[in-house]
């Protein structure tokens, strides 16, 4: 079928009842480019309930409507026509020229919507979409058509979409069997024959494999047409070198469609682990949510691929997508760049987490929701294990697993060739036993709360004899046990399941020091996925530093508006990292020089009373105007025996290392802190920070200085105040201004303040920590030019150059 961007043309706007339009209460449409999140056009609402209102980081719920209207040619009578939304959240209900044509109420499924017969040929057509969400999740959603849409046309005898699978059931280093199967429709009234021809090339286009075979289709039956081809000397798809293959079926003169894949082989035991290609890969995880920070939820090719490049270069070789099925684009990124996958379902089955979550549709739709997560990784490289749920309250439960085992038996039957994983909390095997879930410091506490607050342990509750009980089917029916928060279970359930093997499918960063030794001392655990890799929307401030107060002596899981984000990534929403990114660097042995991480001063010697899933209050900075003289905490993190400290030259001291870091109590004092680390008395590498001083230099640099007016790239716009030889100043944060014009619109403005009431869709935000992040979408070829204003700072321009997509 011929595939073309829907993109263009559409209108949206909140919804209104048609009673109260004819009383006339009109909301005007307003044009917009999908991808769109509508969420993101909203006022956020303080609430009173900090949990609910929290989740959504406060952004209210609503019903949108989108419509675009476009011409059916004449020539199109008597061909299969297809909408193909890859995401619309949630409850999408689709009308063409106002009669219902189709739904979705799974907010993360890609669909298809059948709409030849409802068209006007030779005439315009309206395509309409009815959405909404309302308290149905657990972090920020957004909403609308926030991912791709694609107009699909097709003659009565054609290859379907998904009608291309590749499997690689047999690799060796002379050659690899490739397995193509073709799925071959046929709408017509007569039996049909024709040649298929299957051909394989490889990256620099050349052809390494072909086979001619006829087909012959019987009216209104699909066939599938399944050819062997050997390719030889194969280059294979891994995490180091993600080589891929592309796979074209044309039945000739009348169709054709093409499937990327990679050769590789997976194995999966409890002695080795996962194997790739033969060898041992441990999952060094990033669990991500959805959404692109300044972008809302809109999904755009180019913030997807953005997104794996920088956690790939922070040392992540796998993302866990959290909790529902990932992207297109961040599955062909994932290809790419060589990063495995983790493709997971559901956050919740029958059992609801929000009064109007998915759980409400899940018996009617789970099959079909699982059908289109397969059906869109069938072919990626990039993914090895399918999740069915993620801490799903049932689990503990006889009828929770065999809930698990329709859901994981559904999985092989579409796709034997990958493993199937459930990312169990086994506290919720006990939420029924409320007095094993009582909280040291307080009565009443949910899950969240209770995991938060350091009082309560999480490990042993997750060892007792109730979890081993009440989980042992749900885990049976996997191919790997997936377990958050339970690390005490690794080497127990050895010993207890020999045949077990364990995917630490989500944890506190706090612990990565022990979690990854754990990963490298037993083979039957073949990874660990912190929560998390990138800072999201929602969930406000489970990350956030907390400080002992009268009031708040313990942690609080959600924090009150105008907090925004979660404030627990590795990288922050702008793709900046933070100290815990080159902690874990150093923990996963790809970083051999030390790193200074700083205590902001004005909190030093407060009582830290922070979540597990909060960092230390630090920042890479040696700028602290005020606090000259006052007493600081200077972190080093580092895998040498020992570190010393300088500042301006004189050492502080000399600091043994343990668990990978150590700290220096001293005094701010303006010039230049050198960390200096040793290895059996030898210097093995340094980090230096430098005050910044002088003039505050507003910077701004593209990441690219070419893009292409395709509809998915952007350009990432980096904006810094830094002193004249560049060192960031953290201290001197103030509103920035940027006008973009040319061939080229803003879309998304922001930083990585994690409480503001600023918009992601102003022009004019402050810098946070001296830093600020603009995003631009192309509008056609030629030169975009953005120009950036600051207080007591000259302007600064940059020009990115459109060109048009290769075709």
Request: hydrophobic share 40%; with cysteine; proline share 6%.
């Amino acid at each position: 079928m011929i595939r073309t961007s829907f993109n263009d043309g559409w209108q949206f706007r909140s919804q209104v009842s048609p009673f109260a339009e004819l009383a006339s209460q009109l909301v005007p449409f307003e044009p917009v480019t999908v991808p769109h999140d509508a969420m993101l056009t909203r006022d956020r609402v303080a609430a009173a309930d900090t949990r609910e209102g929290g989740a959504s980081a406060y952004f209210p719920g609503g019903v949108y409507e989108y419509r675009k209207t476009f011409s059916a040619p004449e020539e199109y009578r008597g061909k299969r026509i297809v909408l193909e939304f890859e995401g619309v959240y949630r409850d999408a209900v689709v009308f063409v020229n106002g009669d219902y044509a189709g739904q979705r109420p799974y907010g993360y499924s890609r669909f298809f919507v059948d709409v030849g017969r409802l068209l006007r040929f030779g005439q315009d057509n309206e395509i309409r979409v009815e959405c909404r969400t309302h308290r149905d999740s657990r972090w920020y959603t957004g909403a609308g058509i926030y991912r791709d849409t694609w107009l699909l046309v097709g003659d009565p005898v054609r290859i379907g979409p998904d009608g291309v699978r590749v499997t690689t059931p047999d690799i060796d280093a002379e050659r690899a069997v490739v397995e193509v199967a073709t799925t071959v429709e046929n709408d017509s009234l007569e039996l049909r024959t024709h040649q298929l021809v299957t051909e394989i090339r490889d990256a620099a286009g050349t052809l390494v494999a072909s086979d001619t075979a006829p087909i012959t289709v019987q009216p209104g039956e699909p066939a599938t047409a399944r050819r062997r081809l050997y390719v030889r000397e194969p280059s294979v798809w891994g995490p180091d070198s993600p080589a891929l293959y592309t796979c074209t079926v044309s039945i000739t003169d009348i169709d054709a469609a093409e499937a990327t894949f990679g050769i590789r082989s997976l194995r999966l035991d409890p002695e080795h682990g996962l194997r790739i290609n033969g060898e041992t890969v441990k999952l060094r995880g990033a669990c991500v949510h959805h959404d692109n920070g300044p972008l809302g939820a809109a999904t755009f090719a180019r913030a997807e691929e953005r997104r794996v490049r920088l956690l790939k270069e922070a040392g992540f070789n796998a993302i866990r997508m959290s909790h529902h099925p990932m992207s297109t684009a961040m599955l062909d990124a994932c290809d790419r760049l060589g990063m495995l996958v983790v493709d997971e379902a559901f956050d919740m089955w029958a059992s609801g987490k929000s009064p109007f979550d998915f759980h409400l549709s899940f018996p009617e739709w789970w099959e079909r929701d699982i059908e289109a997560m397969v059906a869109k990784d069938f072919n990626h490289p990039s993914v090895v294990l399918y999740s069915i749920g993620n801490e799903i309250p049932e689990a503990g439960s006889a009828a929770g697993a065999s809930w698990g085992r329709k859901l994981a038996e559904k999985v092989r039957a579409l796709d034997g060739t990958r493993f199937v994983t459930n990312a169990i909390n086994n506290l919720l095997a006990l939420m029924s036993d409320r007095a094993a879930l009582q909280s040291p410091n307080g009565e009443g506490a949910g899950l969240n709360t209770l995991m938060a607050d350091s009082g309560f342990d999480v490990n042993a509750v997750a060892t007792s004899e109730l979890v081993t009980t009440r989980t042992a089917e749900s885990y049976s029916v996997l191919d790997v046990a997936g377990m958050n928060y339970s690390e005490s279970r690794y080497e127990m359930d050895h010993a207890l399941f020999p045949n077990r093997v364990i995917l630490g499918a989500e944890t506190f960063p706090t612990r990565i020091d022990e979690l990854w030794q754990l990963v490298e001392r037993h083979g039957h655990v073949i990874g660990d996925f912190t929560w998390t890799g990138w800072d999201y929307l929602g969930e406000v401030g489970i990350g956030r530093p907390q400080y002992s107060t009268p009031d708040t002596p313990h942690p609080t899981f959600s924090a009150p508006y105008p907090y925004l984000l979660a404030g627990c990534g590795d990288l922050d929403i702008t793709g900046h990292r933070r100290p815990v990114s080159y902690y874990r660097e150093i923990v996963f042995g790809l970083r051999t020089r030390p790193y200074l991480a700083v205590g902001l001063p004005q909190h030093h010697g407060k009582t830290v009373v922070s979540s597990r899933w909060a960092w230390s209050d630090t920042i890479a900075g040696w700028t602290w105007p005020g606090h000259e003289a006052g007493p600081i905490t200077v972190e080093v993190y580092s895998d040498a025996d020992e570190v010393e400290l300088l500042v301006n030259g004189r050492s502080v001291g000399r600091n043994p290392v343990g668990a990978f870091r150590t700290a220096f109590e001293t005094v701010y004092e303006p010039g230049e802190l050198v960390a200096v680390a040793y290895r059996d008395g030898v210097e093995s590498g340094r980090d230096t920070l430098r005050t910044a001083t002088g003039p505050v230099v507003l910077r701004a640099e593209a990441d690219r200085d070419v893009i292409t007016a395709d509809t998915g790239d952007l350009a990432y716009v980096t904006l810094t105040l830094a002193d004249p030889a560049g060192t960031v100043h953290t201290a001197a944060d103030r509103p920035v201004r940027v006008d973009v014009s040319g061939d080229g619109t803003l879309i998304g403005f922001g930083s990585a303040d994690p409480s503001t009431e600023e918009r992601f869709d102003a022009t004019e935000r402050h810098t946070y920590q001296g830093r600020a992040l603009a995003v631009v979408r192309p509008t056609g070829p030629g030169k975009i030019r953005l120009v950036a204003t600051a207080r007591d700072s000259d302007p600064v321009e940059v020009m990115i150059t459109v060109e048009e997509p290769a075709r």
